[in-house]
């Protein structure tokens, strides 16, 4: 399958860094894949869904965040609200250079992302979330004590996947400025919730939150056995099979 690499302004002005995944076959749509915190579009779980979502007809664009994988930019000086601009950007340039999305899809943090910004662009038809937090602000919960540091000194470094990554006191401000229940409450798209119940990173009740606070058409699917970065090929394999089969009846 072609898998050609994409370049394109970010929400701060830095080049972001893209892979474009496309079906040999006939398209059946497009779809825009938001990756986890810290990650990158190259880490198992993205790459594994999004060629195997191109196996079965769908284009999907999946790229780094501003600062980190191949992007440009300096991630001490991002947070959640420029992370869901980048979404915003990556679907405006589908628009125009191949097809609008009509599906997100988003990993962790960046299943918080595509939530908060899936009204907001009117191609998409279906949503879909991968151990995804039901509140942005879960993610300080991985800073332990440097939390406190961070308020106090404005910024810390911390420890996070075996990688060091600075984080201010802004990033804190932020997350804790976002509320989901009311992105889900006029959501007015397809959910696909995919959430394992051992997810030791995000539980499974954020799964049950995010699942209540949305109104239906809405899905959940138990990925029973899972960890929350999918190493497992099988799993990535699963999440793309289901994902591929709900998503067409409502595009």
């Not at 869904?49 to 191109?54: H, P």
């Not at 009740?205 to 699942?211: G, L, P, R, S, V």
Request: glycine letters at 8%; one cysteine or more.
């Amino acid at each position: 399958m072609p898998s050609d690499r994409v370049d394109f302004p970010g929400s701060q002005g830095a080049q972001l860094a893209g892979r474009l995944d496309r079906p040999d076959g006939e398209l059946r749509a497009t779809a825009l894949f938001a990756h986890c915190f810290t990650c990158s579009k190259d880490i198992h779980a993205a790459s594994r869904i999004s060629r195997g979502l191109a196996e079965q007809g769908y284009a999907v664009l999946r790229f780094d965040f501003t600062g980190l994988g191949h992007s440009e930019g300096e991630f001490a000086h991002t947070d959640f609200t420029s992370n869901c601009e980048d979404v915003v950007v990556a679907a405006d340039w589908l628009a125009e250079h191949e097809q609008a999305p009509s599906l997100l899809i988003g990993h962790s943090l960046g299943g918080a992302a595509v939530l908060a910004v899936a009204p907001r662009i009117d191609s998409v038809r279906a949503v879909a979330t991968v151990g995804a937090p039901s509140d942005p602000a879960h993610v300080a919960e991985h800073f332990g004590v440097l939390r406190e540091q961070i308020e106090r000194e404005g910024s810390a470094e911390v420890q996070l996947a075996g990688r060091t990554f600075r984080i201010r006191r802004e990033f804190l401000e932020d997350i804790e400025r976002h509320r989901l229940d009311r992105s889900l409450a006029d959501l007015k798209r397809a959910l696909m919730i995919f959430h394992s119940p051992l997810d030791a990173t995000v539980g499974i009740e954020n799964a049950a939150h995010i699942y209540k606070a949305a109104k239906h058409p809405k899905s959940f699917v138990s990925l029973d056995g899972a960890d929350h970065l999918l190493t497992d090929p099988a799993d990535s394999e699963f999440v793309s099979n289901i994902l591929a089969d709900w998503v067409h009846r409502y595009l």
